[in-house]
Every structure is written in structure tokens, then in C-alpha cells.
């Protein structure tokens, strides 16, 4: 099992902009998964497949090589993060690292100062 890190953030906005510059640098998107935290849960709790939240696809997105789940789980994912957005909802975000990329996943991460960084 891969090693992975965990971040809280207190917006998806914030989340999305950290996403956004991890992808930037060439952290792979399929080792990036979101996951909406509903007020009261426990950040280790959400990291389930129905919490798992993912931006429409648009222009930004394919530019910078992020590619949603396929079929009925992006319509889902896709809803579940236009309501976390309006909501104000905080937002986990979990990055499988590597040997490799864990000191610039690290160094990211910083710069956006999430409330909680963990890792497994």
C-alpha cells in the first residue's frame, strides 16, 4: 500500500486551489481524491466513495491534466462539489505519495495552509 497524505482545508475553494497547484507540478490526478467533511465528522471518517467530491470538467481542468472518474460517478462527484462549494463546506483532501514526490507534495501542501496535514 502506497503511503498517503492527508489534508484539511476549511473551503473546497481552498482545497480546489491546493489541488489545482499539486496537479500544476505533476503530482499524478488519479492519486488526488477530494471528500466533502460534513460539520461535526471526523476528517478519517469521510474518506469514503460516496464523499468523494470532483470538479466539472472544463477548460482549466484539461489543461492542467485533471481527469474526472468516468460515467455515473462524475455526475455524482460533480454535484456532491457545486454543493460543498455553496455550502462553504470544509473539504479532505488525500494524496498517494511516493518516495519521490512526498517532499514537494509536502512543500505544496505548506504553502496553502491547510488545518491538518496527516499521513498514513
Known amino acids: 500500500m502506497q503511503p498517503t497524505l492527508m489534508a484539511v ?4 475553494r481552498h482545497a480546489q486551489i491546493a489541488v489545482d497547484d499539486l496537479l500544476v507540478c505533476d503530482i499524478p ?3 488526488i481524491h477530494q471528500y466533502r467533511l460534513a460539520t461535526g465528522a471526523e476528517p478519517d471518517a469521510v474518506i469514503k466513495p460516496e464523499n468523494e467530491v470532483h470538479r466539472p470538467m472544463g477548460a ?5 491534466n485533471d481527469h ?3 460515467g455515473e460517478s ?3 462527484q460533480e454535484t456532491l462539489y457545486r454543493e ?6 470544509p473539504m479532505v483532501v488525500t494524496i498517494e505519495m511516493s518516495p519521490h514526490t512526498e517532499g514537494k507534495i509536502r512543500r505544496i501542501l505548506g504553502d496553502h495552509a491547510p488545518l491538518q496535514i496527516s499521513g498514513t
Open 9 to 12: 482545508f476549511d473551503t473546497a
Open 29 to 31: 490526478s488519479e492519486t
Open 60 to 64: 482549466w481542468g484539461w489543461l492542467i
Open 68 to 70: 474526472p472518474p468516468p
Open 74 to 76: 462524475r455526475t455524482r
Open 84 to 89: 460543498s462549494r455553496l455550502r462553504n463546506e
